[in-house]
């Protein structure tokens, strides 16, 4: 089955303490995203990479770093994470960055931070 | 800066009712354009897109949108509304003509009166 996942779907951290939230796709997509969703914000991108070893910053990068060293893998890192990262964060991926492919998105991992 | 905007936070309406969700984007050229649905606990689900072509776009589930260029704007309609339509709706701009980023608006919340 063509999906994304992300692990873990759950997590509950205290302030400082590193972590990194899992994603992978089966689907041998290029394009690969995280978001964060957030109350009355909508989904706003953090990074995005468009192939291996090539990632770009998305709106709100601060806080986050990211990795693409296999096509099928895009892990999301926070380094010392704080309470205002507490969200919703979703994985997606698409089979390039053209406009007329559609972006699967993971199930979301709820993450807080304490 | 790109940006969209769905005016509408929350929208209730009653089973067998027509629906219509508004979306308004900011952008210099006529970007890609997509509504996804996001079902309680759940991912995105891509409904539709718009690249170019044909104003009115068929999606899944019954649902379409209108591009209008003078009015910058893409709106989601359906005829008819089902209870299983409650969901939250975004609608988003991306691609290569956004320096592959995408951006979304902050979603409408629909409520389905049985």
């Known amino acids: 089955e063509a999906q994304v996942t992300q692990n873990p779907r759950y997590l509950i951290t205290v302030t400082g303490k590193k972590l990194t939230v899992t994603c992978s796709q089966n689907?041998?997509?290029?394009?690969m995203s995280w978001y964060r969703q957030d109350p009355g914000l909508g989904l706003r991108q953090i990074y995005y990479?468009?192939?291996?070893?090539?990632?770009d910053k998305g709106d709100v990068p601060e806080g986050y770093k990211v990795s693409r060293k296999e096509k099928r893998n895009f892990p999301l890192i926070l380094e010392s994470p704080s309470p205002n990262q507490t969200s919703l964060y979703f994985c997606?991926?698409?089979?390039?960055?053209?406009?007329?492919?559609?972006?699967?998105f993971g199930p979301g991992t709820r993450l807080l931070v304490l | 800066a790109q940006s969209v905007t769905q005016p509408d936070i929350h929208i209730t309406v009653s089973e067998g009712a027509s629906l219509e969700l508004r979306c308004n984007y900011s952008?210099?050229?006529?970007?890609?354009l997509f509504w996804y649905v996001q079902s309680p606990g759940q991912g995105l689900q891509l409904l539709l897109k718009?690249?170019?072509?044909?104003?009115l776009v068929q999606g899944i589930k019954g649902f379409e949108a209108e591009f209008k260029r003078s009015q910058s704007s893409f709106n989601l309609r359906k005829p008819s509304v089902h209870w299983s339509d409650a969901a939250e709706y975004f609608c988003?701009?991306?691609?290569?003509?956004?320096?592959?980023?995408?951006?979304f608006g902050t979603g409408t919340s629909l409520t389905v009166i049985p």
């Open positions: 718009y690249f170019s072509g044909d104003t």
């Open positions: 952008y210099g050229a006529t970007p890609y």
């Open positions: 988003a701009v991306g691609g290569t003509n956004t320096g592959n980023q995408f951006y």
């Open positions: 689907m041998n997509h290029e394009y």
């Open positions: 997606a991926s698409s089979l390039s960055m053209q406009g007329t492919e559609t972006q699967y």
């Open positions: 990479s468009m192939n291996v070893e090539v990632t």
